[in-house]
């Protein structure tokens, strides 16, 4: 057994066996077919070899004419081997004789080479494995097919490991399938845990080296309240996860009572929770979660899985969906935020940015391209005389970013008037604060828009410097850390006294052990992925307002991140000990 501590990013407990998944490719699962199919089995063991074999005689006459014949052969020396009949033999008897799936087959006998020649003294031989392990890639890919395809298209469920995930590929996974996943890298705020989150799948990330430890069809099990990763558990580890899986389900349906009770505190002040979403159907997971509306619809997603951009009939239809769903209840439609670790536009894709975090994302992107700003811009306008509309811009640095989004805002609606298209012209603007500089700036912001949202997953990464999506910086990034709060409350602050709404929606929103603070901070809205909201009711519903203050003033006195957290840690575990360890 062993066990490896991670980040959680999405709570529940799940057992299961490992699919392995690393960057290039797959790890093969030690698969057994049926005898009957021992025939087909060969069939597409001999396809895949002469793909691959067609595909390096391919690559050796384009390396040839690029680079020389002298590298060009290397590539004619893989379709010889992999066409070498003793190799071939070997593995077609482990097919035929011991019953192997292909893949399995392959690995086997080209790894069994490979060793042996590894440990040849003379080094003319012993380089050759590199050869063997590249020929193994290309046979196994031909017979799996790419990765992603794979992971979307499980016949089994599994625990899926792997060394990242993309958002897309996150996406892509099947709740029904996958038990639950759990990677090398990866923060607490990137976009692959996010869509953890959004799936519903218990996940940890940010986990280290762990998959040469693992192997296709060990057992694992994967606890995502408390970032926990073991491999092959002993039995009495398994019973003890196995009793944690039901204590944490009955918890979690005990919480469905709170569904149709208002989130109010012990001395009745009504906290608003709305929930964030990526898609349209999880407007449907708000409301079953009982919230008061969708405090964040990250429009991006849009992008998924998509060569050209969205049309404005797309849009519309999409956001259509979600105001109707809501029926009145308020729908914050945020414009789009592009770039970094979340999906390309044709644009982006063809300019490489050294340092995309701080570069041409966001609302910086759509102010360089104003045909897909404007598009978005209309469909959301129309959308708006459909229900309860809020619109957002995300990203905003500076004031003039914010004017020059209104300017533009005003020259849809305009034309939107001259087409005789209807739409709200009092639609409320808001903005997120997720950008150090406009936190600073929050009082002369808050006189330019309805409400703020902060957005304290980029606001981490930017007050500390410390990239939201990388597990190597994972202690800094930190939204208990004090600098951070010193920011929250300016900018709670500033939207006091200027009389406009302010939530927050980042991460830091549905993590158990924030909402005290946040409240004491002055916080009466809340935006959260919608499964944690009957948490979060649950301790709006066991706290006064108080007993947050008071525990505001506690954390302002705190100089560090570890003192803040183990703080609140404590005083949280008294009320929800099932999700705080
Ligand atoms: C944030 O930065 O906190 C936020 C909610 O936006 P996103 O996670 O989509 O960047
Ligand atoms: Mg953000």
Redo the contacts with the bound molecule.
């Keep these: 057994m062993e066990i490896k501590r991670g980040i959680p990013v999405s709570p529940g407990v799940a057992i299961g066996p490992a699919l392995v998944v690393d960057t290039e490719g797959f790890r093969i699962p030690q698969r057994f077919i049926d005898r009957k199919q021992r025939r087909d089995e060969v069939q597409r063991l001999r396809e895949a070899i002469k793909a691959a074999a067609l595909e390096a005689r391919d690559n050796q006459d384009a390396i040839s004419a690029k680079l020389g014949k002298k590298y060009g052969d290397i590539f004619a020396a893989h379709a010889v081997f992999m066409q070498d009949q003793t190799l071939v033999g070997e593995m077609e008897a482990l097919v035929k004789e011991q019953d192997h799936a292909a893949e399995y087959a392959v690995s086997r006998v080209i790894r069994r080479h490979a060793k042996a020649l590894e440990s040849l003294t003379d080094t003319r031989f012993s380089s050759r494995a590199a050869d063997l392990f590249d020929i193994e890639k290309s046979i196994l890919r031909h017979l799996l097919g790419e990765r992603g395809e794979l992971i979307s298209h499980l016949k089994e469920p599994v625990v899926v490991l792997a060394h990242d995930l993309t958002p897309s590929e996150t996406a892509a996974l099947d709740p029904k399938m996958v038990f639950a996943f759990a990677t090398e890298s990866g923060g607490r ?1 990137s ?1 692959t845990a ?1 869509m953890a989150g959004v799936l519903e799948i218990p996940a940890v990330v940010g986990l280290g080296r762990f998959l040469t430890d693992v192997s296709g069809g060990d057992e694992i099990i994967v606890d995502g309240n408390r970032g926990v990763l073991i491999l092959n558990p002993d039995e009495e580890t398994r019973k003890r996860y196995e009793q944690a899986r039901q204590v944490f389900g009955t918890f979690a349906t005990g919480l469905t009572e709170l569904r149709d009770k208002p989130a109010l505190t012990k001395d009745n002040i009504r906290v608003t929770l709305h929930g ?1 979403i990526e898609f349209p159907q999880e407007a449907q997971h708000c409301l079953e979660r009982g919230a008061d509306g969708v405090g ?1 619809y ?1 429009t ?1 997603f849009l992008y998924l899985n998509k060569k050209t951009d969205p049309t404005e009939e797309e849009h519309y239809e999409a956001y259509g969906t979600v105001v109707r769903a809501l029926g009145g209840k308020p729908v914050v439609i ?1 414009t789009l ?1 592009l770039g970094a670790d ?1 999906f390309a536009t044709q644009v982006e894709k063809s300019h490489l940015e050294r340092n995309p975090f701080l570069g041409l994302r966001s609302v910086r992107l759509c102010l360089r391209n104003l045909t897909l700003f404007k598009t978005q811009m209309r469909a959301i306008l129309r959308a708006s005389s459909l229900g309860n509309v809020r619109m957002m811009f ?2 905003v640095s500076t004031l003039l970013e914010l004017r020059q989004c209104k300017m533009i805002l005003a020259e849809v609606k305009e034309d939107l008037e001259e087409e005789g298209i209807s739409f709200q012209r009092k639609l409320p603007i808001g903005t ?1 604060i ?1 950008v150090p500089s406009a936190a600073i700036m929050a009082d002369e912001f808050a006189r330019e828009v309805d409400f703020f ?7 981490v ?1 930017y007050t500390l410097a410390a990239d939201r999506t990388n597990e190597t910086v994972a202690a800094l990034y930190n939204p208990g850390d004090p600098a951070v709060l010193r920011l929250l409350r300016m900018v709670i602050d500033a939207a006091q006294k200027n009389n406009i709404e302010v939530s927050v ?4 929103s549905g993590e158990p052990i924030y909402t005290m603070l946040l409240l004491g901070l002055g916080l009466r809205q809340l935006s959260v992925t919608p499964q944690n909201i009957p948490e979060i009711k649950k301790i709006v519903r066991s706290i006064t307002i108080d007993e947050a203050k008071k525990v505001a003033q506690e954390v302002s006195r705190l100089e560090t991140a570890r003192d803040v957290n183990n703080y609140l840690r404590e005083i949280t575990r008294r009320i929800l000990p099932e999700v705080v360890s």
């Design positions: 705020a976009h996010i964030n964040l990250r991006e945020r935020d979340k995300p990203m997120m997720e949202s902060i957005g304290t997953n980029d606001l990464q929606c980042g991460e830091m």
